[in-house]
């Protein structure tokens, strides 16, 4: 596919399923919650921070928001606009290439 940003439909799918299990009391979580409590963490680390004193909850949790992630993504997930023309444009003149994520290792 390519490059793409994912984070939006992980940011979606969270603020979706959190507010369906009264998360924040049903207060949908925001952006900024997102980013800094969320997006690049491990999936346990994410799980215990939603589930304190249940990790296997959390984890059920985290499976349930990938399923619905990889659903999201298989109809919207786009690669990054102008993507093919830059890999192109960086081959022909013969050019080192490297990808960065911020997903957990």
């Known amino acids: 596919m390519g490059l793409c940003d994912s984070d ?13 299990i009264n998360f924040n009391d049903g207060v949908p979580i925001t952006e ?3 980013v800094k409590n969320i997006a690049g963490k491990h999936n346990e680390d994410i799980a215990l ?6 990790l296997q909850r959390g984890l059920k949790f985290m499976d349930y928001k990938e399923a619905m992630f990889r659903r999201l993504a298989s109809e919207q997930l786009k ?3 102008g993507i093919y ?6 081959e022909d003149h ?3 290439r ?3 994520t911020n997903a957990p290792k």
Do not use: C, I, T
């Open 8 to 20: 939006p439909l992980h940011y979606y799918a969270f603020r979706e399923m959190l507010q369906e």
């Open 32 to 34: 900024e919650f997102f």
């Open 49 to 54: 921070l939603l589930s304190p004193n249940d």
């Open 79 to 81: 690669p990054v606009n």
């Open 85 to 90: 023309k830059l890999k192109k444009w960086v």
């Open 94 to 96: 013969g050019l080192k």
């Open 98 to 100: 490297a990808a960065v």
